[in-house]
């Protein structure tokens, strides 16, 4: 089965600018999160959507969304963009069938760096 | 809320030595415990998880974590560093509700021959 896959895998942009990262998923997983790592503030969680609809958010401002398509690849997109939005953005997915945590697998990350 | 404590930001050990890297998490409710390698320029992969019943969790690449609920611990072990065990490792915990992690700080790993 293939893994997560993420496009593109390296994004070089300037300030002001926009993205779109995408996400496919495992196939059959239906739950996508997308984390931030930077080495100051380490591993962040996003957001998570499960069947198109955001599930769970983190702390981010409103330039970062996101959205879930009907066959479970997800974007997220970053508005005006920011020195500081210059990360490794990982996408997740998981089976997410029911209430319980379960694993998530995760993708090779987009390196996005912000001229 | 729930947050996630590395102690050691940096372990050094030999190679053919014990690895063992330390985590404390709190939680309000009882929590899914899981540790994730990232090697240079890689997403991270899952070595084990915790989420109910045996408390000593056996992973992959000779990796186990025992999870201590009075120490609120699951500190990850191998007995035999190899070189290929040169990475950053990250501990991680979840709850029912949805699928946030929440990660510690990391801990890189370096092997010396």
């Known amino acids: 089965k293939a893994g997560v896959t993420q496009t593109p895998r390296y994004l070089i942009k300037t300030r002001g600018q926009q993205v779109t990262l995408s996400c496919s998923p495992i196939?059959?997983?239906?739950?996508v999160s997308w984390y931030q790592q930077t080495p100051g503030q380490g591993l962040q969680f996003l957001f998570e959507?499960?069947?198109?609809?955001?599930?769970n958010k983190g702390n981010f401002p409103g330039r970062f969304s996101g959205r879930q398509f009907s066959n479970s690849r997800s974007e997220m997109n970053v508005s005006t963009l920011e020195l500081g939005d210059s990360a490794l953005y990982l996408c997740?997915?998981?089976?997410?069938?029911?209430?319980?945590?379960?694993?998530?697998?995760f993708g090779p990350g987009t390196r996005l760096t912000v001229l | 809320a729930q947050s996630v404590t590395q102690l050691g930001s940096h372990v050094s050990v030999s190679e053919g030595a014990l690895v063992l890297l330390r985590c404390n998490y709190s939680?309000?409710?009882?929590?899914?415990l899981f540790w994730y390698v990232q090697y240079p320029n890689q997403g991270l992969q899952l070595l084990l998880k915790?989420?109910?019943?045996?408390?000593l969790v056996k992973g992959i690449n000779g990796f186990e974590a025992e999870f201590k609920k009075s120490e609120t611990s699951f500190h990850l072990t191998k007995p035999s560093a190899h070189m290929s065990d040169a990475a950053e490792y990250f501990c991680?915990?979840?709850?029912?509700?949805?699928?946030?992690?929440?990660f510690g700080g990391g801990t890189r790993v370096l092997v010396k021959p």
């Open positions: 997740a997915s998981s089976l997410a069938g029911t209430g319980q945590s379960d694993t998530q697998y």
């Open positions: 196939s059959g997983h239906r739950s």
């Open positions: 959507y499960f069947s198109e609809t955001q599930r």
């Open positions: 939680s309000s409710v009882p929590p899914y």
């Open positions: 915790y989420t109910t019943g045996a408390t």
């Open positions: 991680a915990v979840s709850v029912a509700a949805g699928n946030k992690l929440t």
